[in-house]
């Protein structure tokens, strides 16, 4: 595991969550809607990142059933406790999506006795600034934290601006046996959609916009109640959680055509998650047991059609309306053992049931092809393996299988029946075979771990554009490398370094009736690298850079590696100066110092003679402050 901790994200010149993943070994970032939510790709899965690497917030997962990014900007940067990142698991205690990776975000909570406060703001480059406040007061049996911040920027593009805001707060309650937290977020986002560049664009005018009406927004609610229970044998944990999520959009047919859509889409979630962990010794072996079973219900209605005032009417030929109702219920039995036989040896042992019922239908279309029902039984399992050599190194070995099950997203389309009408087209489950090896070398002021992994995926679920549809593909791998590095080299000075070296390839087989055996995956960088420096200047003076490099990689929608040219290498390079007087913090942020002009995300077209891309802000310059009292 890779921990992120909230000292070091303060320290960080990274403005956003993504921006600061995007820092560690074997985790990518890239817009591809214009957006401040970036997708996430971590280990090589290119467009389908986000439906591959799972996000949780306290334990509880913020992906969707949906086709959509992880919200991180509604998650204030000054609530986070810490961030854990593990790599290619979590298959096994959290379910499906967990191939590439598990990011879990704990926010604060209040511990005892302790009080503090925060008020704070930023103005920068393009009109940004942002207000942020919070308060977390507690005694020696309850205490309460709440944050809030209030954000805005026009961003570098044109008809981009957004406007985000955020409050989180958790309650908490303890006692001798244990404790309970009650947490209630709420977030609000307008954004609007600059639409991506053309080549040409890119050239004569990469920040412009050729869709001046577009427009999303985003209403956001979540709600968990969780703590934790000394049975005396063992400890009971469980956890019940609501998130309720609206979206809005409204994309613009330029060409005076019929396919201007308006969207209007609500999920609901609940789930009930208990665990129960049992430390036990045998024959001088330490044992714990984690067990638990989960329970997800989710609930999704779609409205679509040409307009805000359309969205109740039924279809016509000239005015195409869709009502995609589903349902996803999740039910799950894990288990997971870990022994340690003495100080230097420890196995891990771990399995997942799930039965999975997905449903699927338009409303108002009533053809049979227009609804489906699928039940899936997935599997996951794992056995790793840790040895420590000698007091600084150890080594280790994974193997395992993991999941990931289609969005409604992936399994409905509005136009691809065969009369240009809805279908629901259900999908196999996506598996993975996975493997890792490792070693690790750590002392007090110098961590260098080293690492190899393989990914062998059947039935990877993926966007085929020349038919409009998603399919399950041919088999697929992912293998890799990765060096991490971080030193201590004075009080003064810390250095990071890492590098990930990924090849994601088709095994064998033909989509659309091309051959693609041993094409590259579109979208995934086979280099990239990241190094940066946190230096104390002086006692109240801190400075911190980071210089994170992306390879060459395929355009996306090029599964036929034939387009003529790759998507080109850049290199970003982001510094933070903070100065301290007394209880007031001040600071200014520099991204992209060398004013590099690049883009993260390009697809290429049908034809084969051109892309588009999604340009990235030039130097921008943010002014911070804040005041602890």
């Known amino acids: 595991m890779t921990v992120i901790t909230a000292r070091q994200i303060g320290e960080s010149a990274a403005k956003t969550l993504p921006q600061l993943l995007s820092q ?13 939510d970036s997708q ?19 334990g509880q997962r913020l992906n969707e059933i949906e086709l959509t990014t992880i919200g991180w900007t509604a998650i204030p940067l000054d609530s986070i406790e810490r961030i854990e990142i593990l790599r290619s698991s979590g298959s096994v205690l959290y379910g499906g999506g967990a191939t590439g990776g598990t990011i879990n975000i704990i926010t604060r909570t209040p511990p005892p006795g302790t009080s503090a406060a925060t008020i704070g703001g930023s103005a920068g480059t393009y009109g940004t600034n942002e207000v942020r406040a919070g308060v977390s007061v507690a005694g020696q049996n309850i205490g309460f934290n709440v944050f809030a911040n209030e954000y805005a920027s026009d961003n570098y593009r044109a008809n981009n601006r957004v406007e985000q805001k955020n409050a989180s707060s958790s309650v908490r309650f303890f006692g001798p046996q244990g404790d309970l937290a009650l947490k209630v977020d709420v977030d609000r986002q307008d954004l609007r959609l600059p639409g991506a560049r053309t080549a040409a664009e890119l050239e004569t005018d990469p ?28 400890r009971f944990a469980p956890d019940l959680s609501y998130r309720d999520t609206t979206r809005t959009a409204s994309l613009k ?45 989710w609930d999704y209605l779609s409205r679509r059609a040409p307009s805000k005032d359309l969205l109740d009417t039924p279809p016509t030929p000239t005015s195409p309306s869709a009502h995609v109702n589903a349902t996803q219920r999740d039910q799950a039995l894990f288990a997971q053992h870990h022994s340690a036989f ?28 227009a609804s489906g029902s699928k039940t899936s039984t997935p599997l996951a399992w794992e056995m790793a393996l840790r040895q420590e050599l000698t007091a600084t190194t150890s080594v280790y070995g994974r193997v395992g299988q993991s999941f990931r099950l289609a969005t409604v997203d992936e399994v409905y389309s509005q136009f691809g029946g065969p009369a240009f009408d809805p279908i629901v087209a259900l999908l196999e489950p996506q598996t993975s075979r996975d493997y890792e090896l490792g070693a690790e070398y750590r002392t007090a002021t110098l961590r260098v771990r080293a690492s190899t992994f393989v990914m062998h995926l059947s039935n990877e679920i993926y966007f085929f554009a020349p038919t409009f549809s998603n399919i399950n593909l041919p088999p697929t791998r992912r293998q890799g490398v990765e060096l991490d590095a971080s030193a201590a080299i004075s009080p003064a000075i810390s250095l990071f370094a890492n590098v990930s070296l990924t090849d994601a390839r088709f095994r064998d087989g033909a989509i659309g009736g091309v051959d693609v055996s041993g ?55 982001d510094v933070k100066f903070t100065q301290t007087a007394g209880r007031l913090t001040v600071g200014i942020a520099v991204n992209n110092l060398f004013n590099k002009l690049y883009y993260s995300y390009a697809i290429r077209n049908g034809a084969g003679t ?3 891309a999604y340009p990235q802000p030039d130097q921008t310059f943010l002014l911070t402050a804040e005041y602890r009292f």
Not at 24 to 36: K, M
Not at 263 to 288: E, M
Not at 358 to 366: G, I, L, R, S, V
């Open 342 to 369: 003495n100080e230097g040896t420890k196995l891990t042992l771990g399995v997942r049931w799930q039965r999975t019922t997905m449903t699927a239908q338009d409303t108002f279309n009533a053809a049979a092809y």
């Open 24 to 36: 560690e070994a074997g985790i990518l970032t890239r817009d591809n809607t214009g957006g401040p």
């Open 40 to 58: 996430i790709d971590m280990r090589g899965f290119g467009i389908t990142g986000d439906q591959n690497t799972l996000v949780l917030l306290n």
């Open 207 to 234: 920040r412009g916009s050729a869709t001046p009406d577009d427009y999303a927004t985003r209403d956001g609610a979540r709600v968990s109640l969780g703590g934790n229970l000394d049975l005396g044998f063992g």
């Open 253 to 297: 047919d330029y060409s005076e055509g019929p396919f201007s859509t308006y969207t209007d889409t609500n999920s609901k979630v609940w789930s009930f998650t208990p665990r129960l962990k049992v430390p036990y010794g045998v024959a001088g072996i330490q044992n714990s047991l984690i067990v638990g079973f989960e329970l997800d219900y």
């Open 610 to 612: 051109s892309f588009n």
């Open 519 to 573: 094409n590259v995956i579109p979208m995934v960088p086979l280099v990239k690298a990241n190094a940066g420096v946190a230096w104390q200047l002086a006692p109240t003076t801190r400075f911190s850079g980071v210089a994170r490099y992306v390879g060459t990689q395929y355009y996306d929608n090029d599964q036929t590696n034939s387009f003529p040219s790759l998507m080109p290498a850049y290199t970003v390079v």
